[in-house]
């Protein structure tokens, strides 16, 4: 079976205060890394490859290392293979030359007492009395940097135990450790680097003390766009705060929808391809791209909250493909005709597909990919956008009656409709649920109030023809685009001059699909 998870993170380390700056927590993804300030519990305060952050490294070390080992200082050792650097982080600079040395020659004491650990180190972090563990499969060491010596080896599961938390997901091994600056806390990553354990660093009582959680809810990701041009499946990938690129690639052309996908590492992107069409899997900040297949002419896009499945619409087959984001493997539904958009409710059990069918919107339980019911009325659906609390469906109609259907999810008969002036073409709910953005080939974004069934006032753009939008995650920011711009917007929701643009660099076609959400870069 193919796997098509992505990993977390491959290495962390940490840093203490050093003059104006404050103690800082570095997670590292291959040629990527994130720095967070180590007291706050905040997005990062940069993300960048490691050639622009610490470009005095060996050149080999710029795709990706194994491991990194923090110190009570700036000085921080990185590890690839059986070889090491040790890295001065405030300085910039290697400490002692720059030339990759072999790990038993800058820790001498592993060769007699552990020399399995000079081929090459998982993990390692700074212990509260400043000596070091190095951590490798199942195994750790305590190392003295002053006498190159260990003073102290064995194993995760003998040695760190913890009777309140037996079966630690950490005991068989780690694939990053770091301490917290100044305390005796530290964190050990476990192997799918996506959660953590807390655990006590002191030498004498080092051992797990707590259960395995959630890296990002400790070290939250930032937030980010990615916008995908509907006419030749160009991508790119934006901070959605500071506009700061982070990738752009090539999809296939014909591309109907993008997502970034719940756990913060890809962007889905479905695109028709020739034959059967795609759904392309973009990692952000590696850059590699993955395709599966989709069905024929893929177009819109959702993914569930526990990042299991993605579902597809497939508006010429009259179905849609839920399709296994662990696998690949694509299962096909008959929603009824013309299915366009699909959103994914908040908990993942259900998703909803807009279509041409008696009623228009499908509702498809997760569990068994079939349609449990149906309602919406008989108006014709096309794009769709579902409040953050479940409640309320929005959606689309096409050309001509250039309206937005007001549906409660659990309701049934005709929705009210609200008039958006031209062709709705994207939409997007506010945070706190209570308002509908509309993209609407226009010179504004219409704005609709899902309580009261109204429209509220429109927010003027800079370009006609809008015909995406998104909104920020504190919900006080649009993002815009429209036919043949060559940027995207940011605009202040409650109307007013933009605030920036990210400048795309070429002019998109007459479609654009935009998606914001926390992602890790």
Same mark, same amino acid.
């Given at each position: 079976?193919? #796997? ?16 104006? !700056? ?7 993804? +291959? ?15 940069? %993300? ?15 795709? +990706? *290392? ?16 059986? @070889?090491?650097?040790?890295? #001065? *982080?405030?300085? &910039? ?32 972090? /700074? ?13 750790? $060491? ?11 080896? %064995? ?14 997901? $950490? ?7 770091? &301490? ?36 990002? #809810?400790?070290?939250?990701?930032? @937030? ?66 993955? @395709?599966? +297949? ?25 179905? /849609? ?54 309602? %919406? ?12 609390? %479940? ?19 659990? +309701? ?26 509309? !993209? ?20 003027? @753009? ?5 015909? /995406? ?16 711009? #060559? ?20 002019s998109l076609g007459n479609d654009a699909f935009l998606s914001v959400a926390p992602a890790w870069g």
């Amino acid at each position: 079976m193919t #796997d098509l998870t992505p990993n977390g993170i491959d290495a962390a380390f940490s840093v203490p205060d050093s003059g104006d !700056a404050p103690a800082a927590v570095y997670m590292i993804r +291959g040629g990527w890394a994130v720095h967070h300030d180590a007291a706050a519990t905040a997005p990062p305060r940069r %993300g960048n490859t490691l050639r622009e952050l610490w470009p005095q490294l060996p050149p080999t070390y710029f795709s +990706g *290392i194994d491991a990194t080992c923090s110190t009570d200082t700036q000085h921080v050792y990185f590890f690839k293979g059986s @070889t090491c650097v040790l890295y #001065d *982080i405030a300085e &910039n600079r290697p400490v002692g030359g720059g030339t990759p040395a072999q790990i038993g020659d800058r820790l001498p004491g592993l060769r007699t007492s552990a020399p399995d650990f000079t081929q090459g180190v998982d993990a390692g972090m /700074a212990a509260s009395d400043g000596t070091v563990y190095l951590f490798r499969g199942g195994q750790f $060491v305590n190392y003295d940097l002053e006498t190159n010596r260990v003073l102290e080896q %064995g194993t995760l599961e003998k040695d760190w135990a913890n009777d309140a938390f037996p079966g630690s997901e $950490v005991y068989g091994g780690v694939v990053a450790a770091f &301490n917290h600056p100044a305390t005796r806390n530290g964190y050990l990553v476990p192997p799918g680097g996506k959660r953590y354990v807390e655990c006590d660093t002191d030498p004498d009582e080092h051992r797990v003390t707590s259960a395995a959680k959630t890296l990002r #809810d400790r070290w939250p990701y930032r @937030t980010f766009l990615s916008v995908l041009d509907g006419r030749d499946g160009r991508l790119w990938v934006f901070d959605a705060d500071g506009g700061q690129p982070i990738r752009q690639t090539q999809t296939s052309p014909e591309a109907g929808g993008a997502v970034i996908s719940p756990d913060g590492f890809r962007v889905l992107a479905t695109a028709k391809g020739e034959g059967e069409g795609s759904l392309s899997l973009l990692d952000i900040t590696s850059g590699s791209l993955r @395709t599966v +297949g989709a069905g024929v002419w893929p177009y819109r896009v959702a993914a569930l909250s526990d990042g299991s499945a993605a579902y597809v619409t497939n508006p010429t087959r009259d179905t /849609a493909h839920a399709i296994d984001l662990v696998t690949g493997a694509a299962r096909a539904i008959d929603v009824g005709r013309a299915p366009e958009g699909v959103v994914a409710s908040p908990d993942g059990t259900r998703v909803y597909v807009a279509t041409d069918g008696d009623p228009v919107v499908a509702v498809v339980d997760t569990a068994t990919n079939t349609v449990v019911r149906r309602f %919406g009325g008989t108006i014709t659906a096309r794009c769709a956008a579902l409040t953050p609390d %479940g409640e309320v469906l929005c959606f689309g109609t096409p050309n001509g009656v250039d309206r937005v259907a007001v549906a409660r999810t659990g +309701g049934t008969g005709e929705p009210p409709l609200v008039g958006v002036g031209q062709t709705p073409e994207q939409l997007a709910a506010s945070p706190d649920s209570l308002l509908v953005y509309v !993209a609407n080939r226009g010179h504004e974004v219409k704005v609709i109030d899902v309580q009261a069934v109204r429209e509220v006032g429109p927010v003027r @753009t800079p370009r006609d023809r809008t015909n /995406a939008v998104a909104v920020s995650l504190d919900g006080q920011h649009l993002y815009v685009t429209s036919e043949n711009a #060559d940027s995207v917007q940011k605009l202040p929701a409650s109307g007013g001059d933009p605030v920036t643009e990210f400048a795309l660099g070429a002019s998109l076609g007459n479609d654009a699909f935009l998606s914001v959400a926390p992602a890790w870069g």
